[in-house]
């Protein structure tokens, strides 16, 4: 620190000096309370160390006078005096002085009170460095939260599939636009409607999610996948001991996970009719009891449902409410069908050709004119799931930087056309080629074209081909765990 040391005994002053000085203090010498007035104008200290009696000029006069002064940076002031005096102390700290010694000057005492103040001197100066460049600080704060939450928001919109969903075309986009919308109003039940693979569940999304602030959890169902009796405790939950097998505490249900959010019934049609009731009356009064329960139980969610089947027709043969396909149908969205909305075809291969390129290493990084004519001219019964299912399956097949026409041979074919063979990349030939003696399988045509588990086993079978048996290397290329390839493995040889 630099110290200006003040006191009229020039001996003890001295003294003083060459101890602060062997310590790394740079010090100041003065004689007087004057003296030392004007030294202290003329350069920066941080402390201020004084005799209290001294002739002129006292100690408390110049803390007084130093503080008037009002430069920063202020210095910290330290009085000492051979008087044994508590009313002369009290009149110091008055003054405004940090700290007060008597004579002789303890030197325990002394190296605390330095690291106070070096301590406090510390606070000034990042405090000053704060206040001078607050409004930086803030702006860089600022911007760095808001880049966070931008990272935040892409990441939960990738996550939920929000960006998986392209909307170039006139009718996707006003998919979309009521999608938003409906986001607005939590109250609102929605029924989205359209065939299988079109991207219900992605609409689901936005709809819930919209502009991803305080959106609450997601929770879907699948109604097609419960029997009535799992389904009802899997969306109301049950009390302890509600019937043979439930635990002890009991458990809550889907719709207590959903509060604040949203409760997504996928396959809606599909649910059990002597459970409609109950969902309606969930939906009317925004209370349900759980299954064994006698308290009703309170509940704030959004429900979305989603259909593949025409509901007014299963409403026709009794297979579904009225009531409740009316109390669902509040807000609705149709979803059309890939097919009708050509605009969204090539933008949408694109993207699942390029993320699963991405994954596995290739090139693709266009479509050329006649694998996009392919991709036009197709009917693609199984929606956007087909068109995904396709890419990736390419992706795993072929390293090309173009999407060919001899690459969708599959579509191609049922499209009338039957481009030649393609050329696979020299480390794709084996995974490209069946077997000997073996017709190679066609996973985009014929019924199992939609099927995610055919396609599925065709990938591993293409994997461990390429790898020649090597489990390690295909589940690594596939991206999944040892024990999960295993897992699959023993399902494909020994199917239930």
């Known amino acids: 620190m630099r110290i200006l040391l003040v006191d009229d005994d020039g001996e003890g002053r001295s003294y003083l000096a060459r101890f602060l000085e062997l310590h790394g203090h740079t010090v100041i010498e003065c004689g007087s309370g004057e003296e030392a007035l004007q030294r202290y104008q003329e350069g920066q200290f941080e402390l201020v160390l004084s005799d209290i009696r001294m002739g002129g000029m006292t100690g408390i006069d110049l803390v007084s006078a130093v503080r008037e002064l009002d430069l920063e940076p202020a210095a910290d002031v330290v009085l000492y005096t051979g008087d044994v005096d508590v009313a002369l102390a009290i009149a110091a700290l008055r003054a405004g002085a940090f700290d007060y010694l008597t004579k002789p000057i303890n030197i325990q005492e002394l190296h605390a009170v330095l ?9 000034l100066r990042e405090n000053r ?10 702006q860089e704060a600022t911007a760095d939260v808001r880049y966070q939450l931008k990272h935040l928001r892409e990441l939960v919109a990738e996550q939920a599939g929000i960006t998986k969903f392209c909307a170039y075309s006139p009718a996707s986009r006003r998919v979309v636009e009521q999608a938003r919308r409906y986001h607005t109003d939590r109250s609102l039940p929605v029924l989205i409607q359209g065939e299988t693979g079109v991207g219900k569940e992605v609409i689901a999304n936005i709809i819930h999610y919209g502009d991803l602030e305080n959106a609450g959890p997601f929770v879907d169902i699948n109604c097609a996948a419960l029997t009535p009796t799992l389904f009802e405790s899997e969306l109301f939950g049950y009390e302890a001991g509600a019937f043979t097998g439930a635990t002890t505490r009991g458990q809550k249900g889907k719709l207590d996970a959903a509060k604040g959010g949203t409760l997504f019934l996928d396959e809606i049609g599909e649910i059990p009719v002597e459970l409609q009731a109950k969902l309606l009356r969930v939906l009317e009064e925004k209370s349900f009891y759980r299954v064994g329960g006698l308290k009703k139980v309170q509940t704030d969610v959004r429900i979305i449902a989603a259909t593949n089947v ?66 036009l001219t197709y009917n693609w019964p199984g929606n956007c799931r087909e068109l995904r299912n396709l890419m990736e399956w390419v992706s795993f097949m072929f390293d090309d930087e173009e999407l060919k026409p001899e690459h969708l041979r599959h579509i191609a074919q049922e499209s009338g056309a039957a481009p030649r063979a393609p050329e696979p990349a020299p480390d794709q030939a084996q995974a490209a080629s069946p077997p000997a003696g073996e017709e190679e399988a066609d996973p985009a045509s014929g019924p199992e074209r939609f099927n995610l588990e055919y396609h599925t086993e065709q990938l591993i079978r293409a994997a461990l081909q390429e790898y020649r048996g090597n489990k390690t290397q295909a589940a690594r290329a596939l991206g999944i765990s040892l024990r999960t390839l295993y897992n699959r493995l023993e399902r494909m040889e020994n199917p239930s």
């Open 115 to 123: 690291q106070r103040v070096e301590e406090h001197q510390a606070l």
């Open 129 to 138: 460095m704060l206040t001078e460049h607050f409004n930086e600080r803030v």
């Open 310 to 375: 025409d509901l007014e027709q299963r409403v026709e043969e009794g297979l579904f409410r009225k009531d409740l396909y009316f109390r669902l149908n509040v807000g609705r969205i149709v979803i059309p069908p890939l097919r009708e909305r050509p605009e969204d075809i090539l933008p949408m291969a694109m993207m699942y050709l390029q993320d699963f390129s991405r994954s596995r290493g290739r090139r693709f990084a266009r479509i050329s004119e006649g694998a996009a004519h392919l991709l």
